[in-house]
């Protein structure tokens, strides 16, 4: 039995038909072809599929489409603005802190709910706050570089 | 990996969500950060999953000397909660801070890991410690559990199967106390090997176990020697009795710390 999920997706309220069981990583990919959130581990250990729920960093291969009913996403699609990339995305590109790029999405969303909670968050705040959002290739030193630079500048 | 096909319902008031629990096969979901990955391990197989996560259970307050910490306080709303930040609760902080990791804790709650009833979580052993009491409530009745007596078992506890936990009540130990949790995580799965809460003061130490039992439990007077303690491939009983040893000796140590500051 299909339900209707009508929600606000970077900025643009959108509606589309879901199951019971369909996983909010599935429908923003396959429903609303979103394809910047990536499906890594699919078992809520890996963070590739990190987005904002309300302002917040959930990994959205463990939230039902359903949950996410009249409440606000923000997928990594949604963070640039008129042509110019967010300070994050510009912090990642000037620190070296993506290689592959599969994790970024994941870790630049990640990073935005941390630093909107004020405040320049020092190293071991970062690295905790990164504790859901594994790097294969990079190591972390490149991405809590870019991390920190955000925080500083803001 | 997906879930079993399953029907969804969003429950608009308790009454609402005790009644659509009704239906045998249906569960209740809160943050689902339990849930969710059973559900898509095809371990749980609910017909309906009843989405309790916008009822107005959520925050913690304080009446009469006892805390209430609704059952959809998330972590980070632990983590974040002022009410909390005092000597005698700070291991309740402090364990939050440890579970999961940031996009778990903004959606898991604390009546979610309650019911759940993982043996091996962190919180249920600061709540014991404390002496927490759960309220109940299902059609017909409410009522109220100590929280030892509601554990009953891994992954069980005495929830009926139309019952939903709504208060968790804390009693705010005298003053002059401070309570502290210290664990050694599993490094893959992050959840406690050993998890040792502890709250001391004028009232006496008490300290409670996780990680080692079928269930997280106050420890007896008789000390972690009577103890029943398990080992499994990765830590044996041996190795989990002395590492629960040396964490309760510091988990006590930082809670007299913290209660010698709670003037």
């Known amino acids: 039995m299909p339900d209707t999920v009508t929600f606000v997706v970077n900025g643009e309220e959108r509606s589309l038909e879901v199951q019971g069981r369909t996983l909010l990583v599935h429908a923003l990919r396959d429903g609303l072809r979103l394809t910047g959130t990536h499906i890594g581990c699919d078992t809520s250990q890996c963070g590739a599929c990190t987005v904002l729920l309300d302002g917040r960093a959930v990994k959205s291969c463990t939230v039902l489409a359903a949950q996410a009913d009249s409440r606000e996403v923000t997928t990594i699609e949604g963070l640039a603005a008129d042509g110019e990339l967010h300070p994050i995305q510009r912090a990642f590109v000037e620190h070296h802190g993506l290689q592959c790029g599969f994790c970024t999405p994941g870790v630049i969303l990640t990073a935005a709910d941390l630093l909107s909670r004020g405040g320049s968050p020092s190293d071991d705040e970062i690295r905790h706050a990164l504790r859901g959002n594994l790097c294969r290739c990079t190591g972390y030193q490149g991405i809590v570089e870019s991390i920190k630079a955000v925080g500083t500048a803001l | ?263």
């Open chain 2, 1 to 263: 990996m997906i879930p079993a096909s399953t029907r969804y319902a969003r429950a608009t008031d308790l009454e609402h969500a005790l009644s659509l629990l009704a239906e045998p096969e249906a569960k209740a979901i809160a943050g689902g950060q339990s849930l969710i990955p059973v559900m898509k391990l095809r371990i749980a197989r609910p017909s309906l999953v009843v989405d309790i996560s916008r009822l107005d259970l959520r925050g913690v307050t304080e009446r009469d000397g006892e805390l209430h910490i609704g059952p959809l306080t998330t972590w980070s709303d632990v983590i974040g909660s002022d009410e909390l930040d005092r000597p005698a609760l700070a291991a309740i902080p402090e364990c939050a801070r440890g579970i999961g990791d940031l996009q778990v804790r903004n959606l898991g709650t604390i009546g979610g890991s309650i019911a759940h009833a993982d043996p091996a979580s962190d919180m249920p052993a600061v709540l014991l410690a404390l002496g927490a009491r759960l309220r109940l409530r299902s059609p017909e009745t409410k009522r109220e559990l100590r929280l030892a007596d509601a554990l009953l078992g891994p992954f069980l506890t005495a929830l009926g199967p139309q019952e939903l936990l709504t208060d968790i009540v804390v009693p705010v130990p005298t003053r002059g106390s401070g309570s502290a949790y210290v664990s050694v995580e599993h490094p893959a799965s992050g959840f406690a090997v050993v998890g040792a809460a502890a709250v001391a003061g004028p009232g006496g130490e008490t300290v409670a176990l996780t990680g080692v039992g079928a269930t997280p439990f106050v420890l007896s007077g008789d000390g972690i020697a009577a103890a029943d303690i398990f080992g499994d491939t990765f830590a044996s009983a041996e190795y989990r009795r002395d590492l629960a040893s040396v964490l309760t000796e510091r988990a006590l140590a930082s809670a007299r710390t913290r209660a010698s500051e709670d003037s």
